[in-house]
């Protein structure tokens, strides 16, 4: 029948009497198992509780033979394993065999303890068994007296009655101990036995403390044990002699005097034994089941060690003096007992390994002691205070890595703006070597090989490297997006080539344009789709002039002669001027100069084109000139674009040409065009001077060194033709011509006029167009004459004057009209 | 790699870099990164006054991410070619 402490019936369903235990569980001393007949433990074939199991596994712990300390354990003599066990008997009671239990259960009168009398020897042997099978056992018992508390007016009694008879009793066991073999023994008999009320023989204070001396020499002879044993005993002693109280103080003090005087005398013993075990002890001997690391630090824990000795001392004496509840009193002894194998076996291990940890500790220790004043500042330079701190390899590690991801196989298209602009730079400067060198980057420095020299080659070697590294990771492709299955939608896996979009704009227009290409062309008007089209020929433009630019390959040059021929033809369909478009229509290359980009692509396009294509483009652009905005009145930024792009690359392409060519050109803008209205542009103009100065220039047999034949009669006569009819329609305009004066106009803004009119004037056939021309623009040229302080006009108006042939510059001018 | 690529070019010059705390930065660029990292040499703040405590500042690195404006010199910077450049980057994002 079992029982528990708290007066109930402990047997759960389907228990009946207590029952054999696998032999194991009854040898393990883990268990209060045996004590109360096994009505914490489960039965055999019983399913038993989750909490019964739980409580076992909490109070099951391995023994000493886990961690290897078998050996030792059994050298040392001494069990380095202490478990909660040792109170079991006062606990459970020493004879709490099921029989003798009672369910009666008296929380203040417990037999045992109070019986006069030897008890029985079965009893004896028993628990004697008990002590010496296993460790030690303080098998004394506080019992049931625990939980007697005392009255506050009794609380000074219970120090008192640990006499010094009870202490005596307590020693004197050991001197009738009998083996030496069981060294061990003699300190728990003494404890044994005082719980029963045997009396010992008083023993001196100083052959207590030789008894403590000799059990301390033995080498894991704990203190705090020692100090729990006798705290039990003294309060074991107090309790079987109640009326030991008598002399109060005194007990109490000679207690406390006591401990102190063996705790000093241990420490003294204990001076050549490693420190680190007795600051340990003392200190879990102190603290109130405060656990300690297990690794002790060395200096700073002998330090600490003793200063926290000091100072949590009194901290047991009040417990003890307080006495009152002694199962708080009792309480830290256990928790220490159970904490201290651990901190032991701490201890044990790390003796082993004594060196490295231990040293790296000391270092460090030192370290941080260091103090404010003995900081020193290093002044070297910053490179040398860093240098060494990486080597050779995890540099080149780090910069393979980074390059890596940088570098391309195809630098026109990755790295397209800084490949071109070096490019151009480089063909405007003519670098030289190391400043070629200055453009790599720390990694590609450290990564070139030393041995080759010369700028270029750096760079190629590293791409070669950098080729085999991008082929590596060509090997397993990731790609830029990832779609696991089962999800919805796409990850995008972003890198350096395609970066996360902020934004993510699909384009409306790309299935709109397909309905259109079929449409009529004046549909193709609106200003969203010439500059497609304008952004279509300008990806022609960039694709030839890379390729262009990267030259054809070693074996391939037929294959590179055909992409180039290729973007060739879908240039020129783009720029629309290949199939021929009604006058009355719009036509497309004319919008596209409407546009800035427009006029910029112009002299991009016709550095691919042949000369018939260059020769039907100007001519397309001369017929449309009336739909151009610069011939327009259009501000003058866009003129301006026009002039610089669009002229000079027409103005190199006639002044190639033969003189039918420019016949049927002046022709064309003769027909088309109003020539007082074109002469008001600046672009029309331009046109017109540069007609003219090619006419003259082939009439003079400047064609002759190009190559072409000379001016036919034909080609001549048509020519002076063609400059009558055009003298004839602007005759009496030519004082139009000038550019409005306004506040900032220069003579720089003139300079085409002039420039016209000397064109005008060299080609004139008869005299009488000269005479017209300096009659019409007489008045300008005394004007502008006058204005000697302005270098640039006098040239001007010396440059018409020359041309006219009249043999008189502008000063002469100037003061013969005065 | 456009922007990458644009400032490579302007390595060795001097730029203004402003901060997204309204830091703004003037020095020599050094180096710029796949992030557009940017490093500086011979560092002076704009406003002195303002940040006394960039006095010291010799060189800097800065992250890409916290930079609002880098301000370029005009005369190394080609318009036209960038312009290319990003039809380029655009054609190949289609």
New interface residues.
């Given amino acids: 029948m079992a029982n528990s402490f708290f007066g109930f019936d402990t047997t759960l369903p389907g228990r009946g009497d207590p029952r054999a235990f696998p032999q194991s569980r009854r040898n393990d001393r883990d268990t209060f198992g045996e004590e109360l007949g096994g009505a914490l433990e489960d039965g055999d074939g019983f399913e038993g509780s989750r909490l019964d199991e739980l409580m076992e596994q909490k109070f099951a712990y391995g023994g000493p033979q886990d961690v290897g300390l078998e050996e030792s354990e059994e050298a040392a003599g001494v069990s380095l394993e202490d478990d909660n066990a040792d109170l079991n008997d006062e606990t459970f009671g020493a004879s709490a065999a099921p029989e003798t239990i009672g369910t009666d259960f008296d929380f203040s009168a417990n037999n045992e303890l109070m019986r006069e009398s030897v008890p029985s020897q079965p009893d004896l042997d028993r628990l004697n068994g008990q002590g010496y099978r296993d460790h030690p056992r303080a098998s004394m018992s506080y019992r049931n007296d625990q939980w007697d508390e005392p009255l506050p007016g009794e609380m000074s009694r219970r120090p008192s009655q640990l006499s010094r008879e009870n202490l005596a009793e307590i020693w004197n066991k050991p001197q009738s101990a009998s083996s030496a073999t069981m060294r061990r023994q003699p300190p728990p008999q003494p404890y044994d036995n005082p719980a029963l009320g045997i009396p010992q023989r008083p023993m001196s204070l100083e052959e207590i403390e030789a008894h403590m001396l000799r059990n301390a020499r033995t080498e894991n002879r704990h203190l705090e044990e020692i100090e729990a044993q006798m705290m039990r005993n003294a309060r074991a002693h107090g309790q079987m002699h109640p009326q030991g109280y008598g002399p109060t103080q005194s007990g109490v003090d000679r207690h406390m005097m006591s401990l102190a005087e063996v705790e000093a005398a241990l420490r003294a013993q204990h001076g050549p034994i490693p420190p680190q075990h007795m600051p340990a002890n003392l200190h879990n001997a102190m603290t109130m089941g405060g656990m300690r690391p297990a690794s002790p630090r060395g200096p700073q824990m002998e330090q600490a060690g003793q200063m926290r000795s000091q100072s949590p001392r009194p901290q047991p004496m009040d417990q003890v003096g307080d006495g009152g509840y002694q199962y708080r009193g009792q309480r830290a002894p256990v928790q220490l007992g159970h904490f201290f194998p651990a901190q032991h076996r701490g201890q044990f291990v790390h003796q082993n390994r004594q060196g490295y940890p231990r040293n790296d500790y000391q270092q460090r220790y030192q370290n941080d002691r260091r103090g404010f004043q003995d900081r020193r500042v290093d002044n070297r330079p910053r490179e040398e205070r860093y240098r060494g701190i990486m080597n050779q390899y995890e540099k080149e590690l780090i910069a393979k890595i980074?390059i890596s991801?940088?570098v391309?196989d195809d630098p026109y298209?990755?790295?397209?703006?800084?490949?071109?602009?070096?490019s151009?730079t480089a063909a405007n400067q003519q670098t030289s070597d190391d400043q070629s060198k200055?453009?790599l980057?720390?990694q590609q420095s450290l990564l070139m090989d030393q041995t080759r020299g010369g700028g270029a080659n750096v760079t190629n070697r590293m791409q070669q490297q950098m080729q085999r590294l991008i082929e590596g990771r060509k090997q397993k492709p990731k790609g830029t997006s990832l779609s696991l299955e089962g999800a919805l939608g796409k990850i995008s896996l972003s890198s350096?080539?395609?970066p996360r979009q902020l934004l993510q704009v699909s384009g409306p227009n790309s299935t709109k344009e397909a309905k259109d290409l079929p449409a009529p062309q004046s549909a193709r008007l609106s200003s969203k789709q010439i500059l497609k089209r304008i952004?279509a020929v300008?990806?022609d433009v960039?694709e030839l002039e890379v390729l262009k630019r990267k030259g054809p390959e070693e074996d391939n040059v037929d294959e590179w002669n055909s992409q180039i021929e290729q973007c060739r033809q879908k240039m020129w369909a783009d720029l629309g001027v290949a199939e021929p478009v009604p006058l009355n229509f719009p036509h497309p290359f004319a919008a596209f100069l409407s546009f800035a980009?427009g006029k910029?692509v112009v002299p991009r396009v016709f550095r691919f084109l042949n000369r018939d294509q260059g020769l039907a483009l100007i001519s397309t652009l001369l017929s449309r000139l009336e739909s151009i905005d610069v011939c327009n009145a259009a501000s003058s930024e866009e003129v301006d674009i026009f002039m610089s792009n669009v002229v000079p690359t027409v103005v190199s392409v006639i002044m190639e040409v033969p003189l039918f060519v420019v016949n049927a050109c002046v022709r064309i803008l003769l027909e088309r065009h109003n020539m007082v209205w074109l002469a008001r542009s600046k672009p029309g103009l331009a046109f017109l001077t540069m007609f003219l100065s090619r006419a003259e220039m082939l009439k003079q047999g400047g064609g002759v060194a190009q190559g072409l034949p000379p001016a036919s009669e034909q080609e001549l006569a048509m020519w002076t033709d063609i400059y009558n009819f055009l003298f004839a329609s602007l005759h009496n305009n030519f004082a139009s011509i000038f550019p409005p004066l306004g506040p900032s106009a220069t003579a720089a803004d003139e300079v085409y006029v002039w420039q016209f009119l000397a064109a005008m004037a060299v080609g004139a056939t008869t005299v009488d167009h000269q005479r017209v021309l300096l009659t019409e623009v007489r008045d300008k040229v005394l004007e502008t004459a006058r204005r000697t302080d302005d270098a640039k006009a006098l040239a001007n108006v010396n440059l018409f004057l020359n041309a006219l042939g009249l043999g008189i510059d502008a000063a002469q001018l100037a003061n013969m009209s005065l | 790699?456009?922007f990458?690529?644009?400032f490579?070019?302007l390595?060795?010059k001097q730029v203004t870099v402003e901060l997204k705390n309204d830091l703004e930065i003037r020095g020599t660029l050094v180096?710029v990164?796949?992030f557009l990292n940017i490093k500086l040499d011979d560092v002076h703040v704009v406003d002195e006054q303002k940040y006394p405590h960039m006095m010291s500042v010799k060189n800097c690195f800065v992250r890409g991410s916290v930079v609002r404006y880098v301000s370029l010199p005009a005369q190394h910077v080609?318009t036209?070619?960038?312009?290319?450049?990003a039809?380029?980057?655009a054609?190949?994002?289609r």
């Fill in positions: 980074q991801q940088l391309t298209r990755d790295d397209f703006y800084y490949k071109v602009y070096t151009l200055a453009g980057n720390w350096v080539r395609n952004e300008y990806s960039l980009k910029k | 790699m456009l990458y690529s644009f490579k070019t390595v060795g180096s990164d796949q080609d036209a070619l960038l312009q290319d450049a039809r380029r980057e054609q190949a994002g």
